[in-house]
């Protein structure tokens, strides 16, 4: 199997005031940093403010409408689910692997009294779209208030 990784060889050191021992330790910080773990699947979103609604985006690609679910509790819009993997083991012949998978979940704060009812989803080709329309403030209450002398 062809390897990615270069040998180091073995080198003798050309300045002898700057032994090997100088350069092994120079380097082995580089050599021993913590590899990150591939980060799990997180969606991308946009949020847009129109007059009449704020817009959610989400992209979901790869999923089925079965593979995630859209809540609203409290004023807070949940987009959760998870994005499985196919097979269990990589295929024979696969050198690299860049897709994420695993569960995720993002939370957006929306203004205090949205309508639940009123939301609407839409996925198509990989995209989520909700609509929550913007609620409609209530009219001031402005009544006059008599004044007494006594």
């Known amino acids: 199997m062809f390897s990615l990784m270069i040998p180091r060889r073995h080198r003798t050191a050309a300045f002898p005031a700057f032994p090997d021992a100088l350069f092994d330790e ?5 050599a021993a940093a913590p590899r990150a773990a591939a980060p799990a699947f997180q969606p991308h979103l946009d ?3 129109t007059e009449a609604a704020i817009v959610v985006t989400a992209e979901l690609p790869g999923l ?3 593979d995630f679910e859209v ?3 409290a004023d807070v819009l949940t987009l959760k689910g998870e994005k499985r993997s196919e097979t269990e ?3 024979e012949g696969w050198r ?3 897709t994420t998978r695993g569960r995720f979940e993002r939370k957006i704060l929306l203004p205090e009294g949205v309508d639940a009812d009123a939301v609407k989803a839409v996925y198509k080709h990989g995209v989520l779209t909700v609509s929550v329309p913007k609620p409609v403030p209530a ?3 402005v009544r006059s208030v008599p004044i007494s002398t006594d």
């Open 26 to 30: 120079l380097w082995r910080g580089f």
């Open 47 to 49: 949020v847009r403010e």
């Open 64 to 66: 089925d409408e079965k």
């Open 71 to 73: 809540s609203i509790e």
């Open 89 to 91: 083991t990589a295929p």
């Open 96 to 98: 690299h692997v860049e």
């Open 139 to 141: 009219p001031a209450l």
